[in-house]
């Protein structure tokens, strides 16, 4: 039997999503594969807030995925770092209002997780490529520079970097925009520069359509990105990754 390891990024306010994530993870759960862990992220987190409440008629995602974790012995995880974000204080009440049956953990449990797992599932639900090379993960970004989901998917990354994981990170038009140093107002990206600096980081893939798109050249990027072919890309995301992570 697989393991599975489970992103989750829905905010507990989106029913159908939360219910398609419990949905697949007791599917899986059900066919006696392993599961890992569950790691909630971005807006996840709330899933752990102790004062979580839900309207009336709608059902508790949180006390099925309690339920669901009990049933099958899998850890639910609450990244502490992106929970205090939200409001979130890693400790149970009165300590802190982390909900009980919730865990908190930090990115390098995850990631050390993640390069053992078979397969990674991500909520809301993306579609993963097959399966590749033993612990290569490939981070593709598709948000701006403005949404809360580019910068933890830099943490993401970084984490990746500092563990020495094989890695890459690959940007859509849109997310360019996080390779680029602003003219004014706070750098949110600077972290970017440890990458390459630091951690001697080389792995920026874009293509040059989607650099055109975006109406930029490599001279305006603020770290080297190798400009791959649409064939080359699909390669690197469809065969040569064995996961991808989405933000």
Not at 21 to 31: D, G, K, M, R, S
Not at 117 to 128: C, E, G, S, W, Y
Not at 161 to 173: F, G
Not at 184 to 193: A, H, I, S, V, W
């Amino acid at each position: 039997m697989a393991n599975y390891i489970f992103l989750v990024q829905t905010n507990p306010d989106d029913i159908h999503a939360g219910l398609d994530a419990i949905h697949q993870v007791t599917q899986i759960a059900e066919q006696g594969h392993d599961i890992e862990q569950v790691f909630f992220y971005g807006p996840g987190v709330g899933y752990g807030h102790h004062f979580l409440s839900f309207p009336a008629g709608a059902p508790n995602l949180q006390q099925q995925w309690l339920e669901l974790a009990k049933q099958y012995a899998f850890p639910l995880v609450v990244c502490a770092t992106v929970g205090s974000q939200y409001g979130l204080e890693a400790e149970l009440p009165p300590e802190g209002n982390l909900a009980l049956g919730f865990q908190a953990g930090g990115l390098t449990d995850f990631m050390s997780h993640l390069v053992n797992a078979d397969h990674l599932l991500q909520f809301p639900a993306v579609k993963q490529g097959q399966a590749g090379a033993k612990g290569h993960i490939s981070f593709l970004f598709q948000e701006p520079a403005t949404q809360p989901a580019a910068r933890h998917g830099l943490d993401m990354l970084l984490m990746a970097a500092s563990l020495e994981l094989p890695c890459a990170a690959i940007y859509n038009k849109m997310a360019l925009t996080q390779l680029v140093e602003p003219d004014q107002g706070p750098d949110l990206f600077k972290r970017l520069d440890m990458l390459a600096d630091i951690f001697e980081f080389e792995g920026f893939y874009t293509t040059a359509e989607a650099l055109q798109q975006a109406g930029l050249t490599a001279d305006d990027l603020r770290v080297p990105v190798r400009l791959l072919t649409p064939e080359a890309l699909d390669a690197l995301l469809s065969t040569d990754s064995q996961h991808i992570v989405r933000f």
